[in-house]
């Protein structure tokens, strides 16, 4: 009989502690992604270090999104849809013509000026 209440004892140990590990994990994860997101009203900080009402309002909307089980991808694409991409820290990789426009054109040039020098 003391094995089996030694034996309880020990399952709701374990049950508790991962009970607290995936609180705290949740908590870490909604943390980490507030650092991602942008207060508008703030220059350059995020709603994580943010003590505006903005932030502190925003916080709590997420936390209700997230807590109603939404996941965060889906948070951030209406985030996004709402305040626009200034919303976010990490931009979407739709801008790769942004990025490469000045690569090509040097390149262009570069052919252009070799083939003038060719020539002559």
Known sequence: MKILKSIYNLFFVIFFSLFINIALANVNQL????????????????IQESDTEFAINLKEQIQKKYDSGMDLKTINQELINIYGEEISFNPSNNHFILWFLPLLILVIIFFLVRNKYRKN
């Open 31 to 46: 943390n980490d992604y507030y650092k991602t997101i942008r207060c508008l009203v703030c220059e350059g900080q995020s």
